[in-house]
């Protein structure tokens, strides 16, 4: 953790200082060594929280981008006493989650119910298969008649399936903190997939950094995802033309439902 609580003050580690941690309560331990970020460990180093990951410099420099009362964000469930920390939590009562590791879709839900009003941002460099398959992918994304906002007909060809049926906004980072001087590089962009109802397609809002920050910050996020039905109109990259496609689901009546067809 970046920060530990010491007389009603949120410190970061440092030789020798001490600190408690703000959601169990024990004594915390500052690691100030050579290779990893400073941070504060729980003696035996197992997390009182065990959602909690170890924080990279990729964690940092978004936590960074919000007001530090926002972050480390303990929460406890009045009627379980289950505790857990957010990496962020705005004024607005929203949580954003940080998410480099893997994470398997059970114990995504599970912090998805939890925080409720939440959205996840994921570090799309870990795998470089990640970017790679959605290059490939968003061939097959379609503009729509409101700006920033698309339409992805094949979610799962575009990003990783872990996160595809998520109940929250997830929202992907393909460049993380490398720093990239190309400007139509897509990496600058951040990719948002917004929970997908049963519906066929997902919807993608495409933003800067700039503007979820700033988003966040001001109470905007998740506001706009309340806007009435959008339409297809064109493809994302001007230059190439949407062939029709086949449906992604069909109607089987033996199952009494629709089930997704195979591509291949
Ligand atoms: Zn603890």
Redesign the pocket.
Known sequence: MRFALFENNKIEASKGAKGF??????E?IARCGEFKIKHWA?KGNR???PWWENETDWHRSWKNNFPVDWQEYSFTDNLTNEKHIADVHTIHGIVIEFQHSHINPQERISREKFYKNMVWVVDGTRLKRDYTRFLKGQKDILRTNQHGRYIVQFPDECFPSNWLGSLVPVIFDFRGIESISEPNDLRNYLFCLLPNKDKLDSTLVIMSRESFINSAINGELLKRQEKQQVQKTQPLQQNITIKRREPTHYYDPRKGRFVKRKRF
């Open positions: 941690c703000p959601s169990c309560g024990s915390l729980h997390n009182c929280d």
